[in-house]
T-cell receptor, first 114, second 117 residues
Framework: ETGVTQTPRHLVMGMTNKKSLKCEQH?????MYWYKQSAKKPLELMFV???????ENNSVPSRFSPECPNSSHLFLHLHTLQPEDSALYLC?????????????FGPGTRLLVL | AQKITQTQPGMFVQEKEAVTLDCTYD???????LFWYKQPSSGEMIFLIY??????QNATEGRYSLNFQKARKSANLVISASQLGDSAMYFC??????????????FGQGTELSVKP
């Protein structure tokens, strides 16, 4: 069983659309993360949730809106995106959000904004 | 500022040979963790190995070992006996171990490894 799942795996949307990315972890972890991976650039941390509370927002534009209803689920709501937002969006989880913990990643959602 | 540098955009290695992927880092934090991840074309980031900055011995995990040289701020990944399935992007990452500031992994640009049969 895959520990961290993400849906959809691929998404194409227009700049006026509203869509949501979903992440679910089956590892019993309490910390979840959203990362953005653009072509030719390192992964960038976007948001961190620890025990359902947002603990970090890495200066992400408001057109990205995260939601963490419980420790197993994490959403990224998208609205009025720009073409430069096209990227691979990766979700990760770790047991308690501590620095020494390994983060386990999902397969990602490849987003294309037209 | 914290930074990870991977100077090899692409590497080739013959199957069954060993390969070293370079990683240097820059941080002023006294305590930190270093990670290596593998990313196949499918996109998933797969954790490979971890090294704490105060660990006395270099980390090893099966065919993976981390050549940690703290004074030089380098954390190179060594893959022994390369396999065709090792072809992927490899990312070096660092995270400061400051209490209550866990979570922010800083990634390098990655190295694309191709294993030749």
């Amino acid at each position: 069983e895959t520990g961290v799942t993400q849906t959809p795996r691929h998404l194409v949307m227009g700049m006026t659309n509203k869509k949501s990315l979903k992440c679910e972890q089956h590892l019993g972890h309490n910390a979840m993360y959203w990362y953005k991976q653009s072509a030719k650039k390192p992964l960038e941390l976007m948001f961190v949730y620890n025990f359902k509370e947002q603990t970090e927002n890495n200066s992400v534009p408001s057109r990205f809106s995260p939601e963490c209803p419980n420790s197993s689920h994490l959403f990224l709501h998208l609205h009025t995106l720009q073409p430069e937002d096209s990227a691979l969006y990766l979700c990760a989880s770790s047991p308690s959000g501590l620095a020494e913990e390994t983060q386990y990643f999902g397969p990602g959602t490849r987003l294309l904004v037209l | 500022a914290q930074k990870i540098t991977q100077t090899q955009p692409g590497m080739f290695v013959q199957e069954k040979e060993a390969v070293t992927l370079d990683c240097t880092y820059d941080t002023s934090d006294p305590s930190y963790g270093l990670f290596w991840y593998k990313q196949p074309s499918s996109g998933e980031m797969i954790f490979l190995i971890y090294q704490g900055s105060y660990d006395q011995q270099n980390a090893t995990e099966g065919r993976y070992s981390l050549n940690f040289q703290k004074a030089r701020k380098s954390a190179n990944l060594v893959i022994s006996a390369s396999q065709l399935g090792d072809s992927a992007m490899y990312f070096c990452a660092m995270r400061p171990m400051i209490y209550n500031q866990g979570g922010k992994l800083i990634f390098g640009q990655g190295t694309e490894l191709s294993v030749k049969p």
